[in-house]
Structures are given as structure tokens and as C-alpha cells.
């Protein structure tokens, strides 16, 4: 089949799964979705870090050692931020700082969220669409033993020290999903849900009504790669945050998340494999970019071998 595929993809580690998928696939067959739940204003700018890290990552500019920003970047401004009092928990990267200064510019012309990153993308030779999962605000927020947290703030502020009790989509009921988005799903040859936290940076995306229901009426097989190694996660809380949520750190637990909107689980060599899903197992860990593309290639021929369930 000539391949259209749609990911689904937070930060970091769906990053680099898109990039394997980007550097395997024609152009034209490949379009990302992407969370925004992460994003919020700071220093009265707008963050978007996963699409952020997206555009890096696809334009060879990103920090990968880091997980975030760009590689060689400077901090002059936060230098000077600081020396003014100015809160330094969360850095802003000089060279970052272009994305949030003209993300902002755009905003107050009237173009939304999709048009900026789109421009920003062209503008980088990103040949890939890469959709945020909707242009209007959806906040992912924690309860917590420290009450109610942002997610930047739990994340960043915090590294996720407190107990999560719930995760919550401030905005996520009344968000449309932004233009394209159904239409990808709808044309969509398979779809792969990237190995990014389910709870905090696939979740958000599932929250938004009608991209939920563009996914559950689609004709085509979905899979997801697990984000679990060795019932850890490769970088980030996913296995504190289920444990806090008393979830088993297992795939089976991932499988049983993901529901009925999954055909098939591709998962770590040697890790469990439920048992009622059509499975695969691969190295799933991305150091390099032929690991990129082996995982990739892995969730593709998953993606052909098993049916819409
Ligand atoms: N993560 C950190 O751990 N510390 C930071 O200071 C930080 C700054 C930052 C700035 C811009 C950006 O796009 C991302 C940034 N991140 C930082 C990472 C960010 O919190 C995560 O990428 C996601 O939100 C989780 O996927």
C-alpha cells in the first residue's frame, strides 16, 4: 500500500520515532500530530515544547543529550534575566528564544498555532506537516500532594517529585482539532501512536472529542510503540506516574490504556506481550538514528501486518 501514515507524538522520545519514521518514508506520506498540553506562557511568551522539540529534532538542530532546545545553544538572556531577579527555574535558550518571540509576533497578527509552525518547519526544510492536535489552549494540569500543578511546573519546577493523584486537560472538552487533523486521520493508510508518556503527552491529544472520534471510526489498523523498556521508561515519570496511579508497569498495562483504539503493540525484546493484542518486539531504545529507523521500520511492518480490530 502507498503509505499514509499519521503519528501521534508528544516530546522526546515520539521525536525520535517521527524522525525515523520521516527518514524512511516518501515525502507526502508522513504526518505528525502533536501535543500541546505541555505548552504555556512564560515571561508573558508561548512555549510549545513538543512541537519545539519536533522542529528540532527533524531539522538535526536538536540538544539530544539534553532531551530538549536546540545543541549548542547560549544562555546570555537568561544570564541577564537572572541578574534582574527575573524566575530562572525554566531556560530560555537564546536561539530558543527566536521560536517563542516570533510565535508570539504571529499570535498578535492573527495567525494561529498551526500556521506559525507550519512557516517555522518550511522555513527549517522540515518537508513533514507537523499539526499541533488543535489550535485552541488545552492546558495538562496534575493533582498532586502539593495541590494542583501546571504541567511545566510539575515537570520542570518540580521534576515530578510530587505525588500525581490525576491528570486533567483544562480546555481539552471545548478544543477543536486544529486544521487537518481529522482529514490526516480520515486519509490515513495506518496510524502509530509514538512511544511518548500515555497519561501526560498522548492522553491530551485522545481528550479533544472529535479527534477521538476520527481515531475510533477509522478503517485502518492503529498501533503504538511502548514508551516501557524493562518496565521503565526511557527518560521522563512514566513508570513513577503509574505507580502513583497504581498502574502495573507492564505493557499490558499500556495496551489496556490505549483500549480499544489499539490493532497491535510493539514492544521492547524480552518485555511482556499481552497476550489478546497482535504484538512485535524490536530494541526499542533510539540512542542513534539507525535505532530511529529500525524502530520505525518495526511499528511500519506491524502497522501492514495486523488488521483494523
Ligand atoms: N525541561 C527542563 O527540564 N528544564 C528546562 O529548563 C526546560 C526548558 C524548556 C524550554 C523550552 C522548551 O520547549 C522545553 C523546555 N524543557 C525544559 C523541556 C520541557 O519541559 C519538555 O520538553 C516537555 O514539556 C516534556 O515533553
Redesign the pocket.
Known amino acids: 500500500m502507498n503509505d499514509n501514515i499519521v503519528v501521534l507524538t ?3 522520545g515520539g521525536a525520535k520515532l517521527v524522525d525515523g519514521l520521516y527518514r524512511i518514508l516518501p515525502t507526502g506520506s508522513l504526518t505528525a500530530i502533536v ?1 500541546t498540553g ?1 505548552d504555556f506562557r512564560h515571561f508573558g511568551l508561548p ?4 512541537l ?2 519536533l522542529l528540532y529534532t527533524l531539522s538535526g538542530k536538536a540538544n539530544v543529550a539534553q ?3 536546540r545543541e549548542g545553544e547560549s544562555w546570555t538572556f537568561m544570564d541577564a534575566a537572572r541578574s534582574l531577579g527575573a524566575e530562572d ?5 537564546d536561539g ?1 528564544l527566536a ?2 518571540i516570533l510565535r508570539r509576533a504571529a499570535f498578535e497578527n492573527g495567525d494561529t498555532l498551526s500556521v506559525v509552525t507550519s512557516r517555522f518547519a518550511a522555513q527549517w526544510g522540515v518537508s513533514l506537516p507537523i499539526l499541533p492536535m488543535s489550535d485552541d489552549a488545552v492546558e495538562t494540569w496534575v493533582d498532586s500532594d502539593e495541590g494542583p500543578l501546571s ?2 511546573r510539575y ?2 519546577g518540580r ?1 515530578c517529585a510530587p505525588q500525581v493523584s490525576a491528570i486533567r486537560f483544562r480546555g481539552a472538552k471545548q478544543a477543536k482539532p486544529a486544521p487537518g487533523v481529522v482529514e490526516a486521520i480520515e486519509a490515513a493508510s495506518a496510524i502509530i501512536i509514538a512511544p ?2 500515555p497519561w ?2 498522548i492522553d491530551p491529544i485522545l481528550a479533544i472529542p472529535q479527534l477521538r472520534e476520527a481515531l475510533t471510526l477509522r478503517k485502518v489498523p492503529l498501533v503504538a510503540v511502548s514508551p516501557l523498556i524493562e518496565g521503565k521508561a526511557v527518560k ?1 515519570p512514566t513508570r513513577k506516574l503509574m505507580d502513583e496511579l497504581g498502574i502495573h508497569p507492564s505493557n499490558a498495562s499500556i495496551a489496556e490504556h490505549y483500549g480499544d483504539l489499539l490493532d497491535g503493540l510493539l514492544t521492547h525484546i524480552g518485555d511482556d506481550t499481552p497476550s489478546y493484542i497482535y504484538g512485535a518486539q524490536t530494541n526499542t531504545l533510539m540512542l542513534t538514528h539507525e535505532d530511529r529507523i529500525r524502530v520505525a521500520r518495526s511499528s511500519l511492518e506491524l502497522a501492514r501486518k495486523c488488521k483494523r480490530g
Open positions: 508528544g516530546g522526546v501535543n505541555d512555549i510549545s515544547p513538543d519545539d522539540t532531551g530538549w532546545g527555574w525554566f531556560n530560555l535558550g530558543d521560536l517563542h504541567f511545566q515537570f520542570v521534576q511518548s508518556n501526560l503527552s521522563g
